[in-house]
């Protein structure tokens, strides 16, 4: 690759503390040395592909999955690595997805040096009953201790993830979720769908709990800038916006996803080529697949419209243009004046669709 544009990073954490956590579609159990040995694998993937990337400048980086069950320094030293091997735009947003029960002074200290500028917070809920019915590995007042933790070290971009539809949940504790949250004085939202037992879902009670909260954020001031993210002071997750205008994507670790020059593939899924193969990344790469110039127009078309931003209502090809028309006959899409919006129906069958992205 050798030219001048700007895209995203990612890094796959896949390791998890439990065996069933439906938050990310592939996770492994791992003892303290395998960690160590796949953070240690990852910085030689990373800096395997330097070269290739020499010409790019990345807007933002997100380490995905839950990075902070792995050692901290180790994490921190890895952030370090990729500012001072990539090219990262002054405003790069580096995020991390963090367990709250994770979060403490040694954690925070360790990652400082590598400079996370956003934490990501799964909280799921801040109903104990609803905690326990989704079995997650901390409490109430481990989501109440992070925030005052990340207080004190002054991350002043802080998002918090709710899943709507959780089993047992009520338009009332989903309030009351809602209320206790924004006491806490979070800078960015992100509403999920909770993909409840088995995949199975209520998505009829899930679109009307979607449409009461969104509803509710805006008259306490939030803004709603894609179905689902809501912030304030200007904190919009930078990395899922520019993923979403840009469509390019560079991913690092077991089956990570990239997207980019009009191709895409996955990483292996086998730990023991990964940490093998490691320090040469095309020999981890599987199934990379051409994306034609109809698939990619697509990708930026539906990118428009997560984020607002009055896509064009004619002027594709034929097989767009049918689907776009499809989508206005399903009353998911508004053409106003020639410009497409998404109508409330639309909001929530976009909404359900970010699911399948890779690093929603």
Excluded at 3 to 20: G, Y
Excluded at 119 to 135: A, D, I, M, W
Excluded at 161 to 173: E, M
Aim: charged letters at 20%; hydrophobic letters at 40%.
């Amino acid at each position: 690759m050798n030219t001048n544009k700007t895209m995203v990073m990612a890094i796959n954490f896949p390791f998890c503390l439990q065996e069933e956590n439906l938050a990310h579609p592939f996770q492994i159990l791992g003892d303290s040395q395998t960690k160590l040995d796949y953070v240690e694998a990852l910085s030689r993937e990373i800096h395997s592909a330097v070269a290739d990337f020499q010409d790019v400048t990345f807007t933002a980086v997100k380490f995905a999955g839950y990075p902070t069950i792995m050692n901290a320094d180790k994490l921190g030293m890895l952030l370090h690595q990729i500012r001072q091997e990539y090219r990262l735009a002054d405003f790069c947003e580096v995020s991390i997805e963090t367990l709250p029960n994770t979060v403490c002074v040694p954690l925070l200290s360790e990652l400082n040096h590598g400079q996370p500028t956003r934490f990501q917070l799964r909280v799921h809920s801040l109903q104990p009953r609803e905690l326990l019915t989704l079995k997650v590995p901390f409490i109430l007042s481990d989501v109440q201790n992070a925030v005052l933790f990340l207080d004190k070290f002054r991350v002043n971009n802080v998002s918090m993830v709710l899943d709507l539809g959780i089993p047992g949940q009520t338009f009332v504790s989903l309030k009351r979720t809602l209320r206790s949250c924004l006491e806490m004085e979070p800078d960015h939202l992100m509403l999920r769908p909770d993909l409840g037992p088995r995949g199975q879902a209520d998505q009829k009670l899930q679109r009307r709990m979607l449409l009461s909260t969104d509803a509710y954020l805006k008259e306490q001031g939030w803004i709603a800038y894609a179905p689902g993210l809501y912030c304030k002071k200007e904190c919009q997750d930078q990395f899922l916006s520019q993923l979403w205008l840009q469509g390019e994507v560079v991913g690092f670790g077991l089956d990570a996803y990239s997207c980019f020059d009009g191709y895409q593939y996955r990483n292996t899924r086998n730990l023991e080529t990964y940490i093998k193969e490691a320090d040469n990344c095309q020999q981890l790469i599987e199934n990379p697949q051409a994306l034609s110039s109809e698939e990619m127009a697509m990708r930026k078309l539906r990118g428009q419209l997560l984020l607002d931003q009055q896509a064009a209502a004619e002027g594709y090809t034929e097989c767009i243009q049918s689907e776009i028309d499809s989508f206005i006959r399903q009353e998911c899409l508004i053409n106003r004046e020639g410009k497409l919006s998404l109508s409330a129906e639309g909001l929530g069958t976009f909404w359900f669709s970010l699911l399948n992205d890779a690093y929603y």
